[in-house]
C-alpha cells in the first residue's frame, strides 16, 4: 500500500543528517597515532577487519586515521540506533559505496521498495555490486554494536561475502561482530580488540602532550599503568591534572572508574556548562540551534565551541562542524547524572527535542524523542503520519519498532492506527493483519483519520474488503461503501475503486469490474500511487486475454511491468498476477525464454500472496498454474492447485473464482495419463528458507529467525537441494541464483 498522505519534508534537515553519516570524522589534533596497528591490517589480505573493545578504546580514532591516510576510495557509515533496520542499513551502504565506487546508479533505490525481500534480493544485489567493483575500495562501519536485530546481522553477512580481493571493510563495534565467526576459520578476517588498542607510556605521554599538560615520565608511566592503558582513562586523568594533578591519580578501566573520571572532569566545568552537558545528552545528534531550542537558550554556539576545543567526548559528525555527538560512554554516564540531578527536566527535554524536530521537517525523529514521553496521542499521530512511507521504503522492522513501542492498548486507542497496522501485515503475508483487522471491525470512532481517509468507515471498509473473510458480497458492501465516500480528489480513491472492481469480479460482472480498472488505474496514476495501476493494468490484460485482444492485453502487462521494475514492486504482492499474466502472454508468441523468467518472478513472490489476501492470492495462482501448465510443467500446476485448496480451506467464498480452480482442475485432469514433467516448485515455506541459505547460520538459527523447529527446517533445506539438483549450501545458493530465485 502506497503512500497516501502527503507529509511535508523539509530535506534540508533530512539531507543534512543524512549527509554526516557519511562523512569521515577528522581525528582530534594530537590525537596518539595508530599507523603501528593500521598498516599491518591494510597491508594483509584479509577483506575484512574488525576492530572490537569497549567504549573509550579510540576505534573510531583509528578508523578516521585509517581513512585519512588510505589511497583506496573509503566509504565512511557512521551507524546510529535508528539505523536497526535491514533495508535502511542496505540502503546506507549502497550510499556509501555508490560515493567512492562508479557503481549503478540503481543500487540505492534497488535496496528498498514495497515489500522488498532484504535477504533474498536487496542484500546479494549489493554483494554483486560489491564484487563487481573496477577499483578497489575500504567500507568503514563505525558503532556497529547499534545493530542489534538478527535481521540486520543476516543481511550484513550475505553483503560482507562480496567484498572482493583487493577491498577490505572495516567495521568498529564495541560487542561481538557476528560476521567474523565464519571468517576465522578461512583466515580472512583481522581481528583487533581492547588488548592492541590499549596506550603504552609514549602513548600516554601523548596525551598528556595534546592536553598541554606537563608531567613527568615516572608519573605518566604510573598512570598508564593505573589505568591499564585505557584511552578514556588517560584522556579523563589529563583533563583533570590540569587543575589538580593529585586527583589525575586513578586505577582500573572498569565501569566505576569511568563513572568517577567523568564526574571528577565533570565537576571541574562552570555549573552553567554542567547543565548543558547533562540536558543535551538526551539528544543523539546535537546542532547549536537544536540545543538553543531544547534547552530555552541562545548560547549553545559557545558552548559547543568551548567543548570542542577542550573536551575529548564530543564529537564532530561533519566537515563545517555544525553537527556534534557526544562519545558513546560519556553520553551514557551524562544521562546517568541527568536522572540523578533533573530527573524532572527528562521529558520537557524530549517534548522540546520533538517540536524542534516536527517544526523543521524532521517527523520520524520527533516520533523517537515523544517514544520517550507520555504523549501517546501525539506519538501516535506522527506514527500514523509515518507507517506508510516508512513501510513503502521497505523498512518493516521500523514500522514494527514503532508499533511495539506504543503498545496494543495505545494502537486499539486509536483504531486508524489499527487500519493501517493491518495494512502493512497483509500485504507482506503475516497473520497478524487478522489480528488488526479485527480490532478495527470491533472499534469506534468519529474523528477524521490522519492518513487521507474519508473516514474511518471507509478505511475500515476497504481492509476488509481486501481480506475479504466474509465473501463477495460484504466485499462488495465494503467497496461500494468506500468509493461512495472517498472523493474524486481523495488519495485512497483509487485503492477503493480497485477493490470495487475486484469485487465485481468475484460476483461475476466482468464489464462493471473493467469499468472500475480502467477508473482505478486512471485515478491510481493522478495521484501517483503506482501499486492499484499495476493491479489494474495486470486484471485488464486478463480480462483482454479472455476476450483474445492479445494487443490489448499485451499494452497493460507492459505498462505494469515497467512500473514494477521502475518502483521496486518485484516482492510486492499484487505484482504476481502481472508475472503470471506476462508469462502467459510470452507462452502464446513463443517466447519461451521470457516465459520462464516472468514465472520464476512470479512463483518467488508468491509467498507474500498468503490466505490473508485471497482473491489475490487464488487468482494469481490460477494464472501461474494455466502458465505451468501450457509450459508442459504438470507437475508445478498441481502443486499450485493444492496450494489454492490450502487457501479455499481458509477463505471458502471466492465467488466465481472457484470456477476459475475448476477449469484449472478440469485441464489438468485431462492432462492426467500424460507423464508429469517438471520439477517440483519450491514451497512458501522453501522459498523463505531459501535466502537464509546464504548466510552461515546453523539449521536450528534458521528455525529460530523464522519461528518454526530445527526439524521442520532441516526437512525444508533437504527438501530445497533435492529440487534445486544440489548437495551443498553453496550450490545451492548458485543454482537459486542462476534461475532467479535470489538477487535482483
Not at 571468517?183 to 596525551?207: F, K, N, W
Not at 598541554?212 to 583533570?240: C, F, K, Q, Y
Not at 568551548?306 to 554516564?333: A, C, I, K, Q, T
Request: proline share 4%.
Amino acid at each position: 500500500m502506497e503512500d497516501r498522505t502527503a507529509v511535508p519534508v523539509a530535506l534540508g534537515l533530512e539531507r543534512a543528517l543524512l549527509e554526516v553519516k557519511f562523512e569521515v570524522p577528522r581525528p582530534r589534533s594530537g590525537a596518539v597515532s595508530r599507523t603501528p596497528i593500521i598498516e599491518p591490517a591494510r597491508a594483509s589480505d584479509c577483506r575484512v577487519v574488525g576492530v572490537t573493545a569497549p567504549a573509550g578504546y579510540g576505534k573510531t580514532t583509528l578508523l578516521a586515521q585509517w581513512a585519512q591516510t588510505e589511497e583506496r576510495r573509503v566509504g565512511w557509515v557512521s551507524l546510529d540506533r535508528y539505523d536497526d533496520d535491514p533495508a535502511l542499513l542496505l540502503t546506507l551502504l549502497a550510499s556509501a559505496f555508490t560515493r567512492v565506487s562508479p557503481a549503478s546508479s540503481d543500487l540505492v533505490a534497488d535496496m528498498g521498495g514495497l515489500c522488498v525481500d532484504v535477504l533474498g534480493r536487496a542484500a546479494p544485489r549489493l554483494a554483486s555490486a560489491f564484487r563487481s567493483s573496477s577499483e578497489p575500495f575500504v567500507l568503514m562501519l563505525d558503532d556497529l554494536h547499534v545493530l542489534r536485530t538478527p535481521a540486520c546481522q543476516d543481511a550484513l553477512g550475505v553483503v560482507v561475502a562480496g567484498i572482493p580481493d583487493g577491498s577490505q571493510l572495516v567495521a568498529a563495534s564495541r560487542a561481538d561482530q557476528p560476521h567474523l565467526a565464519r571468517l576465522r576459520s578461512s583466515g580472512d578476517a583481522i581481528e583487533l580488540g581492547a588488548a592492541d588498542l590499549v596506550l603504552d607510556v609514549a602513548g600516554a605521554q601523548q596525551v598528556f602532550a595534546g592536553a598541554n599538560v606537563e608531567v613527568s615520565t615516572e608519573v605518566v608511566a604510573d598512570l598508564a599503568e593505573r589505568t591499564e592503558g585505557w584511552p578514556a582513562g588517560l584522556h579523563l586523568a589529563a583533563m583533570i591534572a590540569r587543575h589538580d594533578l593529585e586527583r589525575g591519580v586513578v586505577t582500573g578501566a572498569d565501569r566505576y572508574v569511568a563513572d568517577y573520571l567523568y564526574r571528577e572532569s565533570l565537576m571541574l566545568l562552570p555549573k552553567k556548562l554542567q547543565r548543558f552537558l547533562r540536558r543535551t545528552a538526551v539528544l543523539d545528534q546535537l546542532s547549536a540551534p537544536l540545543c538553543d531550542a531544547v534547552l530555552g537558550d541562545v548560547h549553545s554556539q559557545e558552548r559547543l565551541q568551548v567543548l570542542e576545543s577542550s573536551n575529548s567526548f564530543l564529537v564532530p559528525l561533519d566537515r563545517h562542524r555544525e553537527w556534534f555527538r557526544y562519545h558513546g560512554m560519556y553520553r551514557e554516564f551524562l544521562l546517568s547524572e541527568l536522572r540523578r540531578v533533573e530527573p524532572e527536566a527528562i521529558t520537557k527535554l524530549h517534548l522540546r527535542a520533538a517540536d524542534w524536530y516536527e517544526s523543521n521537517g524532521s517527523p520520524a525523529l520527533a516520533l523517537e524523542h515523544l517514544l520517550n514521553t507520555s504523549e501517546v496521542d501525539r506519538s501516535v499521530r506522527l506514527v500514523t503520519e509515518l507507517i506508510l512511507p516508512t513501510y513503502n521504503a521497505g523498512q518493516m522492522s521500523t514500522v514494527l519498532r514503532w508499533l511495539a513501542a506504543l503498545g496494543d492498548t495505545a494502537i486499539e486507542g486509536h483504531p486508524p492506527l489499527a487500519v493501517l497496522a493491518g495494512w502493512a501485515t497483509a500485504l507482506t503475508g503475516q497473520t497478524a493483519a487478522e489480528r488488526w483487522a479485527a480490532t478495527a471491525d470491533a472499534a469506534t470512532y468519529d474523528e477524521v483519520p490522519l492518513d487521507g481517509t474519508a473516514s474511518f468507515e471507509s478505511a475500515r471498509a476497504m481492509l476488509r474488503a481486501c481480506m475479504c473473510p466474509a465473501g463477495p458480497e460484504q466485499m462488495m458492501a465494503d467497496a461500494t461503501l468506500a468509493v461512495a465516500q472517498e472523493p474524486p480528489w481523495s488519495p485512497w480513491r483509487d485503492n477503493a475503486l480497485v477493490l470495487l472492481g475486484h469485487a465485481h469480479l468475484l460476483a461475476g460482472d466482468v464489464d462493471g469490474a473493467r469499468a472500475m480498472f480502467i477508473d482505478g488505474a486512471g485515478t491510481g496514476r493522478a495521484v501517483g500511487n503506482t501499486d492499484t495501476v499495476v493491479d489494474s493494468e495486470a486484471e485488464l490484460a486478463l480480462l483482454a486475454i479472455d476476450d483474445r485482444e492479445w494487443h490489448q492485453a499485451t499494452e497493460h502487462v507492459e505498462r505494469a511491468l515497467a512500473l514494477i521494475d521502475e518502483h521496486r514492486l518485484q516482492d510486492y504482492a499484487v505484482s504476481v498476477l502481472a508475472f503470471a499474466v506476462a508469462a502467459r502472454l510470452a507462452i502464446r508468441r513463443g517466447d519461451l525464454a521470457e516465459a520462464d523468467r516472468q514465472l520464476t518472478r512470479g512463483m518467488r513472490g508468491r509467498p507474500s500472496c498468503s490466505f490473508v489476501l485471497p482473491f489475490y492470492a487464488v487468482r494469481a495462482r490460477v494464472q501461474l498454474a494455466r502458465a505451468h501448465a501450457a509450459r508442459g510443467d504438470q507437475v508445478a500446476a498441481r502443486h499450485l492447485v493444492r496450494e489454492i485448496d490450502e487457501i479455499l480451506l481458509r477463505r471458502p467464498a471466492m465467488g466465481t473464482l472457484l470456477d476459475e480452480v475448476a477449469a484449472v482442475r478440469e485441464t489438468l485432469s485431462a492432462n492426467a495419463l500424460i507423464e508429469a514433467t517438471g520439477a517440483a516448485p519450491l514451497t512458501g515455506a522453501e522459498l523463505r528458507v531459501l535466502p537464509y541459505l546464504q548466510t552461515h547460520l546453523t539449521i536450528a538459527e534458521i528455525g529460530e529467525r523464522l519461528f518454526v523447529s530445527r526439524n521442520t527446517v532441516s526437512s525444508e533445506v533437504t527438501s530445497i537441494y533435492r529440487k534445486l539438483g544440489v548437495t551443498s549450501r553453496n550450490d545451492a545458493v548458485e543454482r537459486a541464483t542462476s534461475i532467479g530465485l535470489l538477487g535482483g
